[in-house]
């Protein structure tokens, strides 16, 4: 077999190992959305909710903390997803997705913690208390972090990949896990409840301030994770022009 | 509820709206200035 | 499409954003004897590893005898050979014991007598007897050449193998190969010694710029011939050895006495996680009065001690495959990579029990009034459970931490929200062993064994993905 085969042949690049850039035109008139809706979210959350009988003015906290920890859990659910599809079809995309999500999600959680423990104090007089959603949230939080800390330390990108996507499967099957057992427990020690779980029903005006709240949410995550792939993208980029 | 202590509830949701303003709005702008100076470096780094 | 050719179709490769191969397509057949050189950091390296399927390439594919390397199954991977830069030996065990495992690993059907045919040719016999890790550069050589040939495979593989050898060393290693392929074997080899690529290979591919660069014939080299090959050194590579690899338990069940008979030489793990356990203990029980240990606050400590010893053992399990690369020994022999999991845990396993023998007593000694009332049986159940359920997080994840920048430092950050579950109950279940309270501590026990479970398996599912590459 004798064969001299040409060193100049056409070049390949992996496509796949650079993530995509989001378009930024779309981006634009999703921010512009969301700049709108968190402005309808202020009016209906401050002036057209009524204030709470028993609570007063603090309780309006409620709306973001709540609209946040929802999409809070969305945001884990993605990087749920995105872990999973990573490890099926190892393109980088579903990886920068799920990356760029969790980043968004653990500052949405921060936003929740913060926002929940000064309504805890504000109505139950305690910055803390260990009952299973408060504690649910913390561990969510300390996830995310083990997850961005873990995108931080490994700096081969397959690794990372793939380290994070297993991260981030194991950790959206503890968080509910965690909250069951955290509620289990507290029914053997059935200590002075100082939070009540529940609570009456809301008012027709409070439920559609969180509705708002929600729409709001969403569209700060969407916007957010966005610009954040955006972000990848042209590291990404800028790390092949480096190579070329 | 019981209310232990009083705070001052209309303090507490400007503290409590306010933090969230700062970290939405902090993220908002690191990934904005972040964003620009990534381009800036990648078009230098495309005309040489 | 003969059982042994290898094929590699566009592969490309890139580490980071350097590409390192771009496009490789060629075909070697059986009983080939080739020379693959290019400079350094060409891909030399790197495409062997590919064919030996430690490494997926980021474009294209590789298959032997028409299977794709991703899907590759036990038969495959016993069809080869590697010897690479980094020996894969243990370096506590001795050069027997090393062999014996990876024979046990292969299936080899008789150890002992294909050690012993292999001995004369490679002169294995003064160091088998002699732990790995203090061999000379050219004995381990010669041992991790015994390891790669030890199965018989159809196709060998080696990473700049004369590197680091004396004269006669490589006489005879030339010698070896050259029977190697008068027996029907593959054999691809990389170097940069132009001499060498021509002492016997009889096809040269140069890798240059991640292209195939040259492709071609080699002349018969003008050497002396090995002497008229005497009956045993012929049986020794062409005689069939191998029964039918062992299980998935059999395999778990080999690495954990491999870990277990290393930690018995040093005594590592058990020291540092005992001692670091212990600390924790005589610690808080200066700092906390004592009380009735059903207070939340020493079990939590005991609790805490198992933990932290659980993450210093566990972790250093798995940091002893780094060594050497001995995982990737692991990963070249047949054995599924769940069998790997389980072995590493259950060797974690024995140790972290030695431990709490240890450290149980002394808790309920220093840091209970009295333990009457206190129902053994369950006491027991709750740390068994709970050990179990972190050494198995643990383990999963340590193969995480180890590959990342911080090591075994992050396997804390990444365990301890994830047991929270775990040792929420196991504090509480150890309250309610010690103080007598049975009426429901069994049905807690068998949630605390149901998230066990459900850990175990998630973690067997997801180790191969942790140990990929």
Redesign the interface.
Known sequence: ?????P?T?A????S??VAPEPSAQLTKWIGVATAVSILVFIYTSFFFAPEDE?????Q??FY??VA?AWIAALAFGVVFVGSIIY?VNRSMKWDALAGASAE?GL?FT??VL??GM??G??????YWTWEPRL?SVL?LW??Y??YV??RM???????KA??S???G???F??VP??Y???K??RT?HPEQV?V?EGGPQLPAAMLVALMVGLVAMTL?FVY?VR??L??TS??????????K | MNVVEEVNGPLFLAIGYGLAVVLYGGYWLFLNRRTSKLRATLTSMKAK | MTSSTIVFDGVAKEFGWVPVLRDISLTVHEGEYVALMGSNGAGKTTLLRIAAGLAMPTEGTVSIAGVDMRRAGPGLRRRIGFVSHESLLYPDLTGRENLEFHARLFGVADAQEAIAELSPLLDLEPILDRKAGILSRGNRQRLTLARALLHGPRIVLLDEPFTGLDEVSSQRLLDILDRLVAAGRTVIMTTHDRLIAESGPRRLVVIGEGYVAVDRALPAADRALPAEATTTEATAFTRPRLVAPPGRFKSAWAVAAKDLRVEFRTRDIIGSAGLFALAVLITASFTMPTGAASTGAATGVLWISILFAVLLGVGRTMARESADRGIEGLLLSPVPREAVFLGKMGASLVLMAAVDIVIIPLFLVMMTSDAQGANPLALLGVVALGTLGLVTVASLFSGIAVGSRLGESMLPLLVMPVVIPLMVGAVQLTGQALGGDTATVWQWLGILAGFDLMVLLAAVAMFRYVIEE
């Open positions: 077999m004798t064969q001299q085969v060193a042949q070049p390949r690049t992996s796949r190992m028993v609570q007063g003015s603090v309006r906290i973001v903390h946040s490890l968004v500052l921060t936003v913060v926002t000064l309504w104090k504000a109505v139950w007089g305690v504690t561990v300390l996830l972090l083990a800390a873990i330390y490994v700096p081969e990108p397959t690794q793939r380290f996507a297993v991260l499967i194991v950790a099957l503890d896990i965690v069951l057992s955290v289990w427990w053997l100082i009540t700060v957010f610009k954040r955006a972000v042209l590291e990404d980029q800028i790390k092949r022009e480096a190579v």
